[in-house]
Structure formats: C-alpha cells, structure tokens
C-alpha cells in the first residue's frame, strides 16, 4: 500500500472514530439516546434502572447589599440533586448522570464497569471491607469502591457550606452560599489494620483519613 493510500486511510478511520464517539452531554443506551435536558423519565425509559442511585441536598443562597449597606435583599432554596451510575459491564465505561427536579443535567464517563459475579460478592461480617488499604484513590467513584469493597461498615453525612462575595455590575456589593452534602463512609479492614474514613463529595471520592485499629467479627 502506497504512502498516500496508507494516509487517506488514516484519516477516515479517524473520522469514523470521532464520529462514533458518544457527546460528553448524552449517554447511549439499548433504547436510545438521553442528553442534557432530557426528562427524568426518558433516562428511565431509555437506559433503565441505575446500578447506582446516590442523592443529596444542595443549599443555594443569592443575595445583594448596596454599596452604603442601607438595602439588601436574597434568597436561598434547598434542591434534591441524584446522581445515578451505570454500569455497562467490564468492557464499556461506567457512566454518571446527574439530576435536578426531574431534569438531566450533565452526563459524565467514569472507568471501566464491573461484572455482575464482583458486585454479587458477599459482604464480611462486622462489615469487614473486601478489599485491602491500597484499592482507593482520590477520584474514585463511589461505585468504584462498592464494587471493590463491599458496603462500608458506617455510612454518615454532613453539610459543608460555602461562601463568596463581590460586587456586581450594577454597584451592588453582592454574594451567595451553597451547601454541599458530603458522604463518610468507615471501612473496616480488621483488627490488625487502621480503619479508613473516605469523604465522597458529589459521588467522587475527595478526602482519604486514617483511625485506630479496626475490629474482628464476633
């Protein structure tokens, strides 16, 4: 095969390539395609019932003072924000869609998937994780870690609340918060072996602390 046949074929099995590739704003499943604002019930209908469905609540707060600090006005609203992972199996990547009052509002490709017989993998007693101390990493999912370790032994959550102001276009010296739910799981390795607690910020994996030592089953 000559050179410039060799190049001509190249560059159309690269476009075939790009052209194949999924948009970072849908997922594509057996029933079709779900994009960004797309309903709640077309993810449903299309793609089915996630391996994953995780949900919390976000605090918004917007408000506005004018420059003397006479006058001011906000307002702030609570919304249930889910997460929901797919799990294609160990040769197509996971995918994680997130939602709002009903709505898609981004689609994002995680790892590989996993086969059913690991995720159908018994639990320890007294949660024991059925991974080891170095099968986690920043950025992982929280599917990532149910599908390596099992259920956590201890699931807690909290509310972090963040803050920001400056002055708008207007003259007006404005700012807002918003509160994030953030997830504590406890992972219990033994007796012999500190325990982890893992902090999971909108389903991914941000804080990595270490305990005491952990406990044996009874």
Known sequence: M???????????????????????????????????????LDLLAKCGEP????????????????????????????????????????????QFVT???GRVMAVERGTYGYSLEQLRRPQRGLGLA??????????????DLLSRCGEPALREQKVVTT?????????????????????VWTLNFGSRTFVRFLEFENGTLVRIETGGYGYDPP
């Open 2 to 40: 000559s050179d410039r046949r060799l190049s001509r074929l190249l560059i159309l099995l690269a476009v075939a390539a790009v052209a194949g590739t999924a948009r970072a704003d849908s997922i594509s499943c057996d029933r079709g395609i779900v994009s960004t604002g797309d309903s709640k």
């Open 51 to 94: 391996a994953l469905m995780e949900a919390r609540l976000e605090e918004r707060s917007h408000y506005r003072v004018s420059p003397d600090g006479q006058r001011g006005g906000g307002r702030s609203v609570t919304v249930t924000v889910e997460r929901w992972t797919y799990n294609f199996g160990p040769n197509r990547f996971q």
């Open 99 to 101: 939602l709002e009052t």
């Open 130 to 143: 059925r991974c080891d101390q170095i099968s986690f990493h920043l950025g992982d999912s929280s599917f």
């Open 163 to 183: 803050s920001a102001f400056g002055a708008t276009s207007g003259g007006l010296v404005g700012g807002g918060s918003a509160g994030v739910t953030v997830e």
